[in-house]
């Protein structure tokens, strides 16, 4: 519980929300083992390749290329609008893990941690990783 429990009036929904969260303290998020890492990578690719998805993310991708943004501005602005888009895409296939909203970037981490180790799942991780930075030609 630091300052960001303060940061709305506890009133809010957000408020309340923070107030459940501090008073919790920090999350625990499941391990996933490297089979269940594989599966779960698997099963994002699906969801990000679909092409009503893929059409969603090139979509919000052009729109933020038209404004010709500096390249740092381009990049920020890419992230903060494809992670929110991509985050309940994935969601689903996470949540059969055990990881929910809160916990899902630790999720991603380990995913992450798993392929590191695996050349299999590597080339997966860095397409995911370029989708989120606004990359989807390959």
């Not at 009036?9 to 490297?34: E, I, V, Y």
């Not at 998805?53 to 052009?62: A, F, H």
Request: aromatic fraction near 2%; charge should be negative.
């Amino acid at each position: 519980s630091g300052p960001s429990a303060l940061a709305a009036p506890p009133h809010s929904p957000a408020g309340r929300a923070a107030a459940r969260t501090a008073g919790r303290g920090a999350m625990a998020a499941p391990t996933l083992t490297k089979e269940q890492a594989k599966e779960a990578l698997d099963e994002a690719m699906a969801i990000l390749e679909d092409e009503e998805n893929k059409k969603k993310c090139v979509e919000c991708i052009t729109a933020i290329k038209a404004e010709k943004l500096e390249p740092m501005q381009e990049k920020m602005k890419l992230m903060s609008e494809l992670v929110p888009l991509v985050t309940p895409m994935v969601q689903g296939p996470m949540e059969k893990y055990g990881f929910n909203k809160d916990t899902l970037m630790m999720g991603m981490m380990q995913i992450n941690m798993h392929a590191s180790a695996d050349p299999d799942m590597q080339p997966k991780v860095a397409k995911i990783m370029r989708a989120l930075q606004g990359n989807f030609d390959d």
